[in-house]
């Protein structure tokens, strides 16, 4: 057993409040945390470390990423700058469209490097919990390449959640929305059996699905047992959110122009709204997330990076952790437990996102005296030590 010892740790302990332990301790056992606590009352342990008073917090849970793809799409960013707007792009074949074409032509090692680059960059920012989506193969080969090159990325240090999106936008050669989402239901079952799927997305929206069809691709999740997930009222309000919520989903994302109504299922539900600032951002927009309703209703509230090469291509938790606060007002504890404990319970995981004893030893050591510092700067990053299952990776 190792004990890191001397740090101030933010445990985030409890519903609400940053649990800080000023001069406290952490007994790791394996891949799990033993005991959290003041140094003075640590038990004895075979190795230890001093922390020398630098902050330590619970390890990043990304828990909405399009990871996975090749190409960049900065052409359409020039094009949204001279006016454009993301659904006139998708409208005209690119967007999405343009990602699964790259996609498609990519090999499987290639797709695998250069998500292993992304998936690098969000671990040396803290990231140790990854969600990530296929949607930019919309074939039953390519999506399979996409999930089995996300469960590769596991041996790199992190915990990977893999989820279905293939309802992400309708492929070239589908005339029929309805057609199209009869194939997704099909490919799925051996895509589970295959072990590729832990949870099912998909795209409500006027440039993508429509709440129906939606339904039809839950029910196949629900057929097969897995939990469901929703891309939702992101530039309109479907309705998505109150449908996903009859499922019992573990998330709805983006919600921009989420309704009372929507707020109220989701809250009923237990179903975690994840805000995503950096596409919020990168699209220009302007209608807020009902952010004060859903604190109101209590629905919990993640934070996460939606990266992709379109609407959102950042690759730092550290920066939406500084939207989160400045664009949409949250506090930084909020936006903290939003990338944290949050982020895990919208997976669906339960055993992460807090420094408290039985939970999984995955941390990160700032230079830093306090979360709320890191939540104020942007473009600066104080990682100094990432431990993901008890294990110490490089930064
Ligand atoms: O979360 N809104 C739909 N899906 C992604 C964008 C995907 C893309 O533009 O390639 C999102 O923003
Ligand atoms: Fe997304």
Redesign the pocket.
């Known amino acids: 057993m190792k004990l890191w010892r001397g740090g101030r740790l933010a445990t985030l302990a409890g519903e609400q409040g940053w649990g800080l332990i000023d001069d406290g301790a952490l007994l790791v056992d394996g891949d799990q945390l033993r005991w959290v606590g003041p140094s003075a009352d640590a038990p004895a342990a075979d190795e230890v470390v001093e922390l020398h008073g630098a902050l330590v917090t619970a390890g990043f849970v990304d828990c909405?990423t399009?990871l996975v793809y090749d190409g960049n799409r900065a052409n359409e960013f020039e094009q949204r700058l001279l006016g454009a707007s993301y659904a006139d792009i998708a409208k005209a074949g690119g967007g999405i469209r343009s990602t699964v074409a790259a996609t498609r032509a990519a090999s499987e090692a290639d797709l695998l490097a250069s998500a292993t680059r992304r998936a690098q960059a969000l671990m040396r920012e803290g990231v140790t919990t990854l969600e990530i989506?296929s949607g930019y193969g919309l074939d039953a080969a390519t999506e399979a390449r996409m999930l089995r090159v996300a469960r590769q990325l596991q041996s790199l240090g992190l915990d990977v959640r893999t989820t279905y999106l293939a309802a992400h936008a309708l492929p070239p050669e589908f005339t029929n929305a309805d057609d199209y989402i009869t194939a997704v239901c099909e490919w799925l079952p051996e895509l589970r059996a295959a072990g590729l799927v832990d949870a099912v997305d998909a795209f409500c929206e006027h440039i993508a699905f429509s709440p129906a069809q939606t339904a039809r691709v839950f029910d196949a999740a629900q057929a097969l047992g897995l939990p469901v997930k929703l891309?939702a009222e992101q530039l309109s309000d479907q309705g998505g959110a109150a449908l996903a919520a009859g499922y019992r989903a573990l998330s709805c994302?983006h919600l921009e122009y989420l309704s009372p109504a929507g707020i109220q299922a989701m809250a009923a539900a237990g179903t975690v709204a994840v805000l995503?600032p950096g596409?919020f951002y990168a699209l220009r927009e302007t209608q807020l997330p009902p952010i004060q309703q859903l604190r109101d209703a209590g629905v919990p509230i993640a934070i996460a990076t939606?990266h992709?090469p379109g609407s959102s291509p950042t690759l730092s938790p550290l920066l939406m952790l500084n939207m989160a606060c400045v664009l949409f007002r949250l506090t930084p504890e909020e936006a903290w437990r939003g990338l944290t404990v949050n982020g895990a319970r919208a997976l669906g995981l339960r055993d992460r996102g807090q420094l408290v004893a039985g939970q999984r030893a995955d941390f990160c050591v700032w230079d830093a005296g306090h979360p709320r510092e890191l939540a104020a700067c942007f473009g600066h990053n104080p990682l100094t030590e990432r431990v993901q299952q008890g294990m110490q990776g490089a930064v």
């Open positions: 909405h399009h989506k891309h994302d995503l596409a939606d992709n």
